[in-house]
């Protein structure tokens, strides 16, 4: 059901100042009429039209307003997809991100995603995890709230599971997603973040990621880690288990623990592969200034589960009126001029 409320164009401090500034004029105007009347020109019209004109302009600045609850939601034309590399190596705790240092690579991931889905407002998400295989955990959706709960629930693979790091594991997955999101939207932009520690220990060549060219608009592989590196601690039998950071993966060939460091040669050959920019994250750096340029500047009208209030200004009413009314305050102050020659 459709409902009057107010909601300030200039925010509540400023309209709310403006409103009550505006009364308080008016409340004058009629207080100064009555008080000298005798000994001045102003006629009564001239005073109800000022107290008026005060009073309008103060219920401007509230905004008056009709809500009503609605599916709709302007979206813009701009997808972003979303892979999370969560292989054991992702747990080393060699990252930065912004004022943070020394933390997993994993949840340097996780505050790149966030970072991401700020710097997209009202775009469209789809996010994949990738270790022994790419899975697409979220399907395109505008709901940002979706991928940074999908972000907090991140976690590397068992040490149990893992065959080696291989930087290819998403492409298929990816190839699926961006040709059906190309399907669905012809002419929207698509952007990838591929955010990985770039590592590649599997013994199988790496194939290319130029087959995904010709479905994304731009692309980025985001590095997090050292080039130091670090040792990889044990992960637990089940997917987001704890670890005891004093037991460590152990490199066969030395028998002491391995140590995992970001590459970022790998990072750059796959970006330049996807014809996109390489971005190597660290303490004091964010993703924030790595937006593409390619951003789409369309939007369309999509239907959304989540109910939500749309709010529509009906200030164009008290415009008109307030309008007719400085109008008639010019006329009179021309006629009284003339008078006064």
């Known amino acids: 059901m459709n409902g009057l409320t107010l909601s300030p164009a200039l925010g509540w401090p400023l309209g709310a100042a403006i409103a009550v500034a505006m009364a308080v004029l008016a409340v004058l105007t009629a207080v100064m009429h009555v008080k000298h009347r005798l000994r001045s020109d102003e006629t009564l019209a001239a005073c109800i039209r000022r107290t008026v004109l005060c009073l309008l302009v103060a219920v401007m600045a509230l905004t008056p307003s009709i809500a009503a609850p609605t599916a709709l939601r302007a979206v813009n034309t701009t997808d972003v997809v979303l892979a999370v590399d969560v292989t054991g190596s992702m747990a080393v705790e060699d990252a930065g991100y912004e004022s943070a240092g020394g933390i997993s690579r994993i949840d340097a991931a996780k505050q790149a995603v966030d970072g991401i889905a700020a710097a997209y407002p009202n775009s469209s998400f789809a996010a994949l995890r990738f270790g022994v295989s790419g899975t697409l955990d979220v399907p395109l959706t505008p709901d940002t709230l979706a991928i940074r709960s999908w972000a907090d629930t991140l976690s590397v693979e068992p040490t149990s599971l893992s065959t080696g ?24 932009a698509i952007v990838l973040y591929l955010i990985t520690d770039g590592e590649q220990t599997s013994t199988k060549a790496r ?11 731009d692309a980025f592989t985001v590095g997090v880690g050292s080039t130091q590196g670090g040792k990889i601690p044990q992960t637990g039998t089940t997917p987001g288990a704890s670890h005891e950071q004093s037991q460590w993966v152990m490199d066969p060939s030395t028998g002491q623990p391995g140590i995992s460091a970001m590459n970022e040669k790998n990072l750059k050959d796959i970006a330049d592969e996807l014809s996109g920019r390489s971005v190597i994250l660290s303490q004091g750096q964010s993703v924030a200034s790595h937006v593409s340029d390619k951003v789409s ?7 959304d589960a989540k109910r939500r209030e749309r709010v529509t200004p009906i200030v164009w009413p008290f415009a008109i009126a307030a309008a ?18």
């Open 165 to 188: 790091s291989r930087l290819d594991a998403p492409i298929d997955q990816l190839l699926l997603t961006a040709k059906s999101i190309r399907a669905e939207h012809p002419q929207d």
């Open 207 to 217: 194939r290319t990621y130029s087959s995904l060219r010709q479905y994304f608009d």
């Open 297 to 303: 500047r369309r939007w369309r009208v999509s239907d």
């Open 324 to 341: 007719a009314l400085l109008t008639w305050e010019l006329g009179a102050w021309i006629v009284m001029s003339r008078r006064s020659l």
